[in-house]
């Protein structure tokens, strides 16, 4: 990947680029992260010409090491008003990386109220009129760019809610089976939608294969690396069996299953909505229980939902968004919750930000608790179309909270709590409130350790030990983020060593380096405190790092915990 393409949309030029020396050893998160605090001016408004909207595929992506297929998109995210990088399958990240492409940048904005196409060939990049694709929802942009150009066309594209600019849009990403994943997090897709940019196709023929240094040394590491996800109980077994909502019943059975907006952390009717029903459920009618978000995905946590005569309702149905829809909201049939997830990709939600703003909409007595079909109907009428009430929750819980009143709003930064309760696994309460990009669970997941016993044990129900395990973890995540890998291969590199040498092998394999796991760790500092930093010149501080109230004084059953740190305690976190 040797080139960087700069898009400018305030005149409609492109230029490619060589990549700087500085940026040589960076991809994914670490490099989004650079050239955002490098060149993002950290108090422009997020919707306005100075920000900028990147993607980099990671450093092993296009390789055929197994997970290395994710695209990362940054910005200064118009939700949270910090830096952002959120990643996402799909077949655009391998397209790129074959292309040679280290990174778009596009910056800048039109003047005049025209909408556009970019279209990514080995020729270059072009500007195209999309003002026909204007009001037009994703799945019906990825049918039509197929007619135009055939299935092996890549796209990204963004619904109504991102060309209106609300904060929960997101970037979609067309999958192998011309289906959706999503840059969820942070508003992405408000950011591409004040860029006038309705969809970006990619055209890789003529492309190569990524070329590798050492493919002997490559090929062994891809193998070790191979058997210890296939190996591990939680990659090799239980995500291919059940998906991510295997996590349903755990987290039920540990008391960190927030329910009805955050007030238990268990919920009476998980078995209607759990891994286990859901995987019996597509297995009776016919979908697919086990299945990839990209070539050459091994772990395959996602599958193929699909109605009782067998028709497709949704794919990547992530625990996240079954836990927030069912348990949080209150919806009791997998099918609603499915077809919700599927207006969420088809409108280009985040399905998390979706799933916590329509509870809170439900605490604010905008829409009955557990009304699945009303919930549909609010994504597809409302929201989808930006009516007033659409707007109010397409831009998030936050704004839901402040419009209605409410004082029990689940946000850090602004941006959503995702699936699990912070009073009553700890661990996860630090990464909240710590993360560079507001409430995010991925940013550093404690639960493989609180829950899973995943790298070790730390007691979910003390504070001892959880602020080390969130840092740990999170500066090793900055470092995967960076390496175009799905974050599950965590569970091994946690568990089995010769996992984790597996991918700094095939990392030096693949440019002839000699990085040492301290390297690695060092990478994944410098991201994390790259981040910071930007958000400390936007004007966040310490005081950001902080938990809503309400955890503070309203204790979850079973265990009647709180959130109980001190903000001295929190702010240790960036002691490094
Ligand atoms: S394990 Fe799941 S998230 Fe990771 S690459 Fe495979 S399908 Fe995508």
């Known amino acids: 990947?040797?080139?960087?393409?700069?898009?400018?949309?305030?005149?409609?030029?492109?230029?490619?680029?060589?990549?700087?020396?500085?940026?040589?050893?960076?991809?994914g998160r670490g490099l989004?992260?650079?050239?955002?605090?490098?060149?993002?001016?950290?108090?422009?408004?997020?919707?306005?010409?100075?920000n900028k909207l990147v993607f980099a595929p990671g450093l092993l992506t296009g390789t055929p090491a197994a997970q290395s297929g994710r695209l990362s998109a940054g910005a200064k995210s118009p939700l949270t008003g910090t830096i952002k990088e959120s990643n996402a399958g799909g077949t655009a990240a391998q397209q790129l990386a074959r292309m040679g492409i280290k990174a778009i940048i596009i910056e800048g904005a039109p003047t005049e109220d025209k909408w556009y196409?970019?279209?990514?060939?080995?020729?270059?990049?072009?500007?195209?009129?999309?003002?026909?694709?204007?009001?037009?929802?994703?799945?019906?942009?990825?049918?039509?760019?197929?007619?135009?150009?055939?299935p092996k066309i890549g796209v990204l594209s963004i619904g109504v809610p991102g060309e209106m600019r609300m904060c929960a849009a997101n970037i979609s990403v067309k999958d192998p089976d011309q289906k959706i994943r999503s840059h969820g997090r942070g508003g992405l897709g408000a950011v591409m939608g004040s860029k006038k940019i309705k969809c970006i196709t990619i055209d890789d023929t003529g492309a190569s294969k990524v070329p590798i240094?050492?493919?002997?040394?490559?090929?062994?590491?891809?193998?070790?690396?191979?058997?210890?996800?296939?190996?591990?109980?939680?990659?090799?077994?239980?995500?291919?069996?059940?998906?991510?909502?295997?996590?349903?019943?755990?987290?039920?059975?540990?008391?960190?299953?927030?329910?009805?907006?955050?007030?238990?952390?268990?919920?009476?009717?998980?078995?209607?909505?759990?891994?286990?029903?859901?995987?019996?459920?597509?297995?009776?009618?016919g979908g697919k229980h086990k299945h990839g978000c990209h070539a050459g995905c091994i772990i395959q946590c996602s599958q193929v939902y699909v109605d009782r005569a067998g028709g497709y309702i949704t794919s990547g149905f992530e625990y996240e968004t079954i836990w927030g829809l069912g348990a949080n909201a209150m919806?009791?049939?997998?099918?609603?919750?499915?077809?919700?997830?599927?207006?969420?990709?088809?409108?280009?939600?985040?399905?998390?930000?979706?799933?916590?703003?329509?509870?809170?909409?439900?605490?604010?007595?905008?829409?009955?608790?557990?009304?699945?079909?009303?919930?549909?109907?609010?994504?597809?009428?409302?929201?989808?179309?930006?009516?007033?009430?659409?707007?109010?929750?397409?831009?998030?819980?936050?704004?839901?909270?402040?419009?209605?009143?409410?004082?029990?709003?689940?946000?850090?930064?602004?941006?959503?709590?995702?699936?699990?309760?912070?009073?009553?696994?700890?661990?996860?309460?630090?990464?909240?409130?710590?993360?560079?990009?507001?409430?995010?669970?991925?940013?550093g997941y404690t639960i493989a350790t609180n829950i899973l016993k995943v790298g070790g044990y730390v007691?979910?129900?003390?504070?001892?030990?959880?602020?080390?395990?969130?840092?740990?973890?999170?500066?090793?995540?900055?470092?995967?983020?960076?390496?175009?890998?799905?974050?599950?291969?965590?569970?091994?590199?946690?568990?089995?060593?010769?996992?984790?040498?597996?991918?700094?092998?095939?990392?030096?394999?693949?440019?002839?380096?000699?990085?040492?796991?301290?390297?690695?760790t060092e990478l994944g500092k410098k991201i994390l405190k790259i981040e910071h930093d930007f958000n400390t010149a936007a004007g966040f501080s310490k005081q950001d790092d902080r938990l809503p109230e309400f955890f503070s004084y309203e204790p979850i059953p079973p265990h009647n915990a709180v959130w109980d740190f001190t903000d001295e305690e929190i702010d240790e976190f960036w002691d490094f």
């Open 331 to 443: 919806i009791e049939d997998l099918d609603d919750i499915a077809k919700c997830d599927n207006l969420m990709d088809d409108i280009g939600i985040d399905s998390i930000e979706g799933a916590v703003l329509l509870a809170t909409a439900m605490e604010a007595g905008v829409i009955p608790w557990g009304d699945g079909k009303e919930c549909q109907r609010v994504l597809r009428d409302e929201i989808g179309k930006g009516t007033p009430l659409g707007r109010i929750l397409g831009n998030g819980t936050g704004m839901v909270g402040t419009a209605y009143g409410l004082v029990r709003v689940p946000v850090v930064k602004n941006q959503g709590i995702p699936a699990y309760d912070p009073r009553s696994v700890k661990g996860i309460g630090i990464t909240y409130a710590t993360s560079t990009m507001g409430a995010d669970h991925t940013a």
């Open 459 to 520: 007691d979910p129900l003390t504070k001892d030990g959880q602020v080390e395990l969130s840092r740990n973890l999170q500066i090793a995540t900055a470092a995967v983020d960076s390496t175009g890998m799905c974050v599950f291969i965590a569970f091994p590199a946690l568990d089995i060593p010769e996992s984790f040498t597996a991918l700094i092998d095939l990392l030096n394999a693949t440019y002839g380096l000699d990085l040492t796991a301290d390297d690695v």
């Open 1 to 27: 990947m040797n080139k960087i393409f700069r898009i400018n949309m305030s005149n409609l030029t492109t230029k490619c680029e060589s990549v700087p020396e500085e940026w040589a050893g960076l991809g």
């Open 213 to 285: 240094a050492d493919p002997d040394k490559f090929r062994a590491a891809a193998k070790i690396f191979a058997k210890s996800l296939l190996d591990h109980p939680v990659s090799g077994e239980g995500l291919p069996t059940y998906g991510t909502n295997i996590l349903i019943n755990i987290l039920n059975e540990a008391g960190g299953l927030p329910t009805k907006n955050f007030r238990y952390g268990q919920c009476e009717h998980h078995e209607k909505i759990s891994g286990e029903t859901m995987h019996d459920t597509i297995v009776e009618r």
């Open 32 to 50: 989004t992260s650079t050239i955002v605090a490098a060149e993002v001016p950290p108090r422009c408004h997020p919707l306005g010409p100075n």
């Open 117 to 150: 196409r970019l279209h990514i060939t080995m020729d270059g990049i072009t500007f195209e009129a999309a003002d026909s694709l204007v009001g037009k929802q994703n799945f019906a942009i990825i049918d039509e760019m197929i007619d135009t150009f055939g």
